[in-house]
């Protein structure tokens, strides 16, 4: 069997399994965010090239091939990290240069290296495409969506499912870990699960539906009044999300048992006479939808699970992930992407937001209300965040892979940038307060030197930039930590937000917020960060 780091040659057709099983992974942390383009007037110039963008990059690509009328040639389009490690390692050798594992823009499905550059350029660059250069003239770039991150954490995902006695931090960095796992990684992919999934091994899973609509994705059982829909993710209050799995031999069936803490019915029933699922309160008859057939669809990569009822009608679970419900439906064909199913341990993480719900702020002033023609409080504050979630959210993996350095609860993160300016729409060339502060959540160059002050990127929020916020608060904090022991945690975190404002010093200001801008920094913060923590996703799962 041969290694990723084995692989020599300029071609990445030996890996083109093991990047096919990433990119699926991809599109399961953030559904169908990869789509293809061989619709569009391409042709390819070798068989290892991927014909993937994401939608917005397609979109635009197509208006110029388009408007010039002609087939565009290709070279290179998204390139999964497998790929990108076998180019980098032989990039001497085949007299070429690539750029390092987890910095190319082709891992994010934005780029393009093309023939006739010069012809095409001009179309190109109509339709939001930037030419790199002539330092790599065949290149051109997409502004969008960064999902570069995601591509790691999609690496580091299938590594750890694959190798459980050997699991590296699911963080969506490339540090030296993940880089000796991919290149250690079988250049042919990773096997299915035993005898193709069959049996599921009896244990404590989430079941994820892998739908094509967006949506909340767990499978949640509603112990309380017996029902069953899509929870948005696995954190409390969803604990109807842990299912108990064993198989009846005797019955050559699954069962599948809800561990939510309400009191009530929980096992999964599929009342195949109507395409309903609800829970039962036990397994004897007539509760006969109890039953489950699991299968594993290798080409889908998912689970499918059919309910052996004894009523004729429709019997595979089915998740509705558009509107949160679960139903049965006749078959496993499209429409009904919601009966793919990922199974995952359940090992629930700590909430890294639940410290947030510990304070309970008084919210924004009336001064820092007034601009949205709020009157001021904390629900003037929670509705400033969720004007500011499109902008802020997106940025989401940043924030947590801060939030996990700088152990800082990541929805505090992102309402600082809501705070400082407004998701970035209140800098200009990601600039803010005068020019003073730089970047999403607005680093003070006239506090620390210019130069020291990380560049933002070209979408003011770059990973650097919100590491470095991360870690100006961080450093807050523990001067609250030091200074007040006495303090619960969770009064050194907000004493730091209001430093982060205001400078040390309000570590010893009675109330932290007098002298903040406002009046009201670290409240109006903390209970943006409320409204974010209730409505967060991850990585994991993203709704």
Known sequence: ?????????????????????????????????????????????????????????????GRAIAERGEILQ????????????????????????????????????????????????????????????????????????????????????????????????????????????????????????????????????????????????????????????????????????????????????????????????????????????????????????????VTFDEAASAYRFKCLGDVEGPRWLDGRTGDGTVGLAPNTDPPYTGTKWQVEPAVIPENPNAILYELTPTGASAETAESDGLPGGGESSRKMAETDAPKVLRFVERFQVAGREYNLPPALLAAIASRESRGGSALNDCLGDGGAGVGIMQVDQTVRPPAEVTDPGPDCASQEHINQAASILRGFVDQAAAAHPEWSAAIQLQAGTASYNAGPDQIEVPDFDEGTTGGDYSNDVIARAQYYADNWRSPAAVV
């Open 74 to 293: 290709i070279n290179s389009g998204y390139r999964p990290l497998a790929g990108q490690l076998v180019l980098f390692q032989n990039a001497s050798e085949c007299g070429y240069e690539v750029a390092p594992v987890g910095s190319s823009d082709h891992q994010s499905g934005l780029a393009l290296d093309i023939e006739d550059n010069e012809g095409w350029r001009p179309y190109l660059e109509r339709h939001g495409w930037k030419w790199f250069g002539p330092a790599d003239d065949v290149h051109f770039d997409f502004e969008g969506q960064d999902i570069g991150n995601t591509a790691i954490l999609a690496f580091q995902q299938l590594w750890n499912r694959n190798n459980p006695n050997d699991p590296i931090p699911e963080d969506g960095i490339y540090g030296d870990q993940t880089e000796i796992r991919l290149g250690n990684s079988p250049a042919e992919g990773f096997p299915p699960p035993v005898n193709g999934g069959l049996p599921l091994e009896p244990g404590t899973y989430f079941l994820k539906c892998l739908g094509d609509v967006e949506g909340p994705r767990w499978l949640d059982g509603r112990t309380g009044d017996g029902t069953v829909g899509l929870a948005p993710n696995t954190d409390p209050p969803y604990t109807g999300i842990k299912w108990e799995v064993t198989f009846d031999e005797a019955a050559s069936a699954y069962r599948f048992k809800c561990l939510g803490d309400v009191e009530g019915p929980r096992w999964l029933d599929g009342r195949t006479g109507d395409g309903t699922v609800g829970l039962a309160p036990n397994t004897d008859p007539p509760y006969t939808g109890i039953k489950w057939e």
């Open 1 to 61: 069997m041969a290694l990723v780091k084995e692989i020599t040659g300029c071609e990445t057709s030996p890996v083109r399994s093991l990047d096919q099983q990433l990119i699926d992974e991809v599109n399961v942390i953030i559904p169908n965010v990869l789509v293809s383009i061989e619709d569009l007037n391409v042709e390819l110039t070798g068989s290892s090239v991927w014909t993937l963008l994401q939608l917005p990059a397609k979109e635009a690509l």
